[in-house]
Every structure is written in C-alpha cells, then in structure tokens.
C-alpha cells in the first residue's frame, strides 16, 4: 500500500456533503509490516467553490467567445463564395486563411467549455448510431483545411456503426489528428486506423513523429501538461487536449486513451468505441 491523496465528499452530522482532501497512509510496525491505515481528512469546501466560479467563467467566456467567430466564419464562407465566383483569387486565399484560423480558434474555444464542462461535473453525451468511417472522412477532411504539409493515410477504414456522441468522438479524434500533425515533420505519413474486434471498434492514429519517453507516456493525460523535449520547444498549446481526450473517453463505458511510442520513432495513440447491441 502506498499514500494515496484524492478529493471526496463526507457526511456532516448535520447531513450536509462536504468537500474533503482525505490523504491515506500505511501504518507499519519495526519489521515493516502493514498494521494499519492512517487517514487525514481536510476541510476544501473554499477550494472547491474557487473552482467552480472558475469553470462558471470559462464557460460563459468561451461561449460568449463563439457567437462572433460563428459570424467571422460564415461571413468568411460567404466572400469566398463570392470571390470564386468572379474570379478573385487573391481575395478567396485571404478569405480561406481567415476561415482556417477561425475554425482553430473556435476549436481552442469549444476545448476550454468542454474543460469547465467536465470539472463542473456538467457534461453530458449525446449517443448515437453512427457510421465511423465516415466521421474519419470527415475528420481528415477538416484536417487538410488546415493548410497540413502531411499525408494521410487509412488502414482497415471497413464500415464500422458505432455507438456513441458523435460530436464528442469527433473532438476525440481531431485532437489526436491535430497532435501527430504538431508533433511530426510536414512530409511524414499520418496513419488513421479502425479494426472491428469483440463488439468493440479500435481507432488509432500514428505519427511518424519525434516519439515520447516512458516518463512523459504517463503524464500525458494530466491536465496543463506539456512534454519536456527541446524539438518542440517553439510548438503551442494549452496543454489541455489529451487530458479533455481521457475524460471524453472515460465518459463512454470507462473507455480510455492508450498509448505506444518510442523517442524518435513515432507514436500511435488508439481507444476503442462500442458497437450497437443488437
């Protein structure tokens, strides 16, 4: 047994639930042995309500923050229209560039709701039936908009129905597209792949990236966690993405974000999905 520290919740005896730290400990005897458990409780009531006014402002600042970008990015759709339409390329580039950093920008944004979301206790998933392959289409669609000097590449892409939140899925494996992108060289191969086995559909994709140590593999899930590798010293990000990943997949059935990298040899991050009962 070793210390263990998680925040929980304990009946007063006036019946109201409190905001607690409970740390745990072994109690051992000369020779080592476990001969009981010390636990120490502390009151975070403070700490907790800090936190949820927190998460209540970035919500209501993301979603403030998405009315406008929705009107710069249908605006922006509209000139491009227009300027194809009379022939105006240098106006349809600039229109295309605005639209590609208002849809990053709307990503960023809709990464910070779903975080206040989650630690607010607040989100919810919409499940569906739906077809995978086609949201992988549409996925790596999106992802060539974003100017991407990679190439793509899908294995096993078999119809695969699935169920699930489809928005959320989607938010899943964009970040995961968007991370082998980031952290891997313009030319390079992404591959992007979906296997069907034992009522479950595995999604993977693989970069033929700059690789990640066995240390940062564990840590890859906390929240505000940045790998420490001097290759990406001039790479951005809120070091939110793997950690909103693990919790969206956490929400389906307990799923979870895996693994398997080498430092200089790539990565390949893959989680499954069920399939509809029958």
């Known amino acids: 047994m070793e210390v263990e520290h998680f925040d929980t919740k304990r009946l007063t005896k006036t019946g109201n639930l409190l905001d607690v730290s409970l740390t745990q400990s072994p109690i051992k005897d000369a020779k080592g042995n ?31 923050l998405k009315t ?3 009107a710069i990015t249908g605006f922006a759709q509209i000139l491009m229209n227009h300027s194809k339409k009379a022939g105006d390329d240098f106006s349809w ?22 975080l206040a979301r989650i630690e607010g206790g607040k989100i919810e998933l919409r499940k569906e039936v739906f077809e995978l392959d ?15 000097k990679h190439f793509f590449k899908l294995t096993n892409s078999e119809p695969a129905t699935v169920y699930a939140d489809r928005e959320k899925i989607g938010q899943v494996l964009m970040n995961l597209v968007s991370n082998a992108i980031k952290y891997s060289p313009a030319g390079s191969t992404i ?17 033929e ?59 390949i991050f893959y989680f499954e999905i069920d399939v509809p009962s029958r």
């Open 134 to 148: 086609a949201l992988v289409s549409e996925i790596v669609d999106d992802a060539k908009l974003l100017g991407t």
């Open 191 to 207: 591959t992007i792949g979906c296997e069907k086995m034992a009522g479950k559909v595995i999604l993977s994709v693989r970069d």
């Open 34 to 64: 476990i001969i009981g458990v010390s636990k120490i409780t502390r009151d975070i009531t403070g700490k907790k309500q800090e936190e949820r006014r927190k998460n209540d402002f970035v919500a209501m600042a993301s979603h403030e």
């Open 209 to 267: 990236g700059i690789g990640i140590s066995a240390a940062d593999q564990k840590r890859l899930s906390e929240r505000f966690y940045h790998v420490n590798n001097e290759k990406i010293q001039n790479t951005t990000g809120f070091g939110i993405g793997l950690y909103l990943v693990s919790e969206i997949l956490r929400y389906h059935n307990n799923s979870s974000i895996l693994v398997e990298s080498e430092e200089g040899r790539g990565s």
């Open 93 to 114: 580039r600039v229109m295309s560039r605005i639209e590609v950093q208002a849809k990053k920008m709307s990503s960023t944004i809709q990464g910070f709701l779903n």
């Open 68 to 70: 406008p970008l929705t």
